[in-house]
């Protein structure tokens, strides 16, 4: 951990922490304005603005670009990762604005590549890119390659976010824990999974890649309704993976949580690419996995709904009462859950780079 001025510690990788977002980020918000209904705060993934009687819904992240998957995956990635956070609103992507600011290493090949696979994954989503820049630059490197701006809007009672959650309110999980992480692991080291579970299983792992993404989940969860007519809130579980997600929708709604661990849905070889790498599947990062709270009338609605879509879904627990504070159920005994902080992911994916990368020609 580094210190600043003798300010809060900020972590060497990774997002700042909630109290870090607190003291530095959220004190300046720049100018007040009356038509913003959300504005920036740990745990939410989209700010909201009203104009007129619609609501706009907007995420800002990275555009994340790793060659190592191949450019077409890479591209897929992204931009589902871009679209992921602004569809926890329960409203529609429409809009991208997108800089690219790209390292002066990249063939033109490579960047048509990028750009059509962006391109068709929009078309799909129904989302127009509307303005952005693109340019080669020195020392910008990947997998950082610029940032991007995604809008959807919808009226403004069709939008979810905590504030609309409520004590009783049944917490759903899509696919379950790690996705992201054992997603990239299986990408970039199939020939150590090869060597150490078999190749078939490695086969059967890298189809992990194409389901690090919420779109489809959060869009199908609020056809049942919103609000008080089914979905309160939604939360893509990045870094710190299902209980920092489970933490922060609990702790950004100013509720607590009770979670039943043995209920949360694995996907096939998460448990055993987390084994073989020597992380906590829980507490590692994973884009994919849908945490959505809903009113318990709609819960069971949810599940089928997202299960007969071919998504795996489960109710794990509920919101309750902020002074009961967040806790988990495992082998019958409840414990305090507290966020993990740190992502175990990045030192286990440092580790592998070096150990495995020349099997893979890393």
Not at 68 to 85: P, Q, V
């Amino acid at each position: 951990m580094n210190s600043t001025n003798g300010m809060t510690d900020l972590p060497d990788i990774g997002k700042i922490s909630g109290e870090a977002f607190r003291k530095l980020i959220f004190p300046h918000l720049g100018a007040a304005r009356s038509e913003v209904l959300v504005g920036p705060r740990h745990g939410v993934d989209v700010g909201i603005v009203q104009i007129g009687n619609r609501a706009v819904a907007m995420t800002t992240d990275p555009v994340f670009i790793v060659p190592e998957y191949g450019f077409e995956r890479a591209a897929w990635f992204a931009t589902h990762i871009l679209a992921s956070d602004v569809v926890t609103s329960g409203l529609p992507p429409a809009y991208l604005a997108i800089d690219l600011n790209l390292p002066l290493t990249i063939r033109e090949q490579e960047l048509h590549t990028i750009w059509t696979t962006i391109d068709s994954e929009c078309k799909k989503m129904g989302m127009a890119i509307v303005c952005g820049h693109t340019a080669r630059y020195d020392n910008c490197h990947y997998p950082m390659v610029g940032g991007a701006t995604v809008m959807a809007i919808g009226n403004v009672d069709e939008y979810v976010t905590p504030e609309f959650c409520r004590e009783d309110d049944k917490i759903i999980i899509t696919k379950g824990p790690a996705i992201e992480a054992a997603g990239i692991f299986a990408t970039m080291f199939p020939g150590y999974l090869a060597e150490t579970l078999g190749q078939e299983f490695s086969q059967k792992a890298q189809n992990l890649f194409y389901k690090m993404s919420v779109v489809d989940d959060a869009l199908t969860a609020v056809k049942v309704g919103v609000r008080d007519a089914g979905i309160s809130a939604m939360h893509d579980a990045t870094e710190c993976g299902v209980y920092g997600g489970i933490f922060e929708i609990a702790q950004a709604a100013g509720l607590g949580a009770r979670v039943n661990i043995s209920q949360i849905p694995f996907e096939d070889c998460v448990r055993e690419i987390c084994d073989l790498f020597k992380i906590d599947p829980y507490k590692s990062i994973s884009e994919g996995t849908l945490i959505i709270t809903c009113r318990e009338h709609k819960a069971e609605a949810v599940v089928g709904m997202l299960n007969g879509t071919g998504i795996k879904a489960a109710i794990v627990g509920d919101l309750v009462p902020a002074k009961h504070g967040i806790s988990a159920i495992e082998n019958y005994k409840e414990r305090k859950l507290e966020h993990p902080q740190v992502d175990p992911f990045w030192r286990a994916f440092q580790e592998a780079l070096q150990n495995y990368g020349k099997l893979e020609n890393i």
